[in-house]
Nanobody
Framework: QVQLVESGGGSVQSGGSLRLSCRAS?????????MAWFRQASGMECEWVGS???????DLAHSVKGRATIFRGRTENTLDLQITDLETSDSAMYYC???????????????????WGRGTQVTVSS
């Protein structure tokens, strides 16, 4: 069973920055072909933030493009997300996800991913 653990969340004032990290381990983690960050604000639907696949292709949602960087960490099974110029609308629970089995769902769809972390809360105050 692959496990994902997020870290780096917290409270920050608008205009500040945060770096979230995700570490995947266990099971057939070596078969991970794509990792992503999603977020879900209270009362809102889950929103894709960005993803990186094994070829290094990265994508970011329009809502964070220009303010965020997503990248695989020093070890292959880590995924970092850095967001600058944080806005109150960035407040949400942030989840890391990993895709192991290949499917044809878009990379911004939760259905693309097999394993999820428990999330880390980000709160941005004005």
């Amino acid at each position: 069973q692959v496990q994902l653990v997020e870290s780096g969340g917290g409270s920050v004032q608008s205009g500040g920055s945060l770096r979230l990290s995700c570490r995947a381990s266990g099971g057939n983690v070596e078969d991970t072909h794509i990792m992503a960050w999603f977020r879900q604000a209270s009362g809102m639907e889950c929103e894709w933030v960005g993803s990186v696949d094994n070829y290094g292709a990265t994508d970011l949602a329009h809502s964070v493009k220009g303010r965020a960087t997503i990248f695989r960490g020093r070890t292959e099974n880590t995924l970092d997300l850095q967001i600058t110029d944080l806005e109150t609308s960035d407040s949400a629970m942030y989840y890391c996800a990993a895709g192991i089995t290949t499917n044809w769902s878009p990379r911004n769809s939760p259905g693309r991913y097999n394993y999820w972390g428990r999330g880390t809360q980000v709160t941005v105050s004005s």
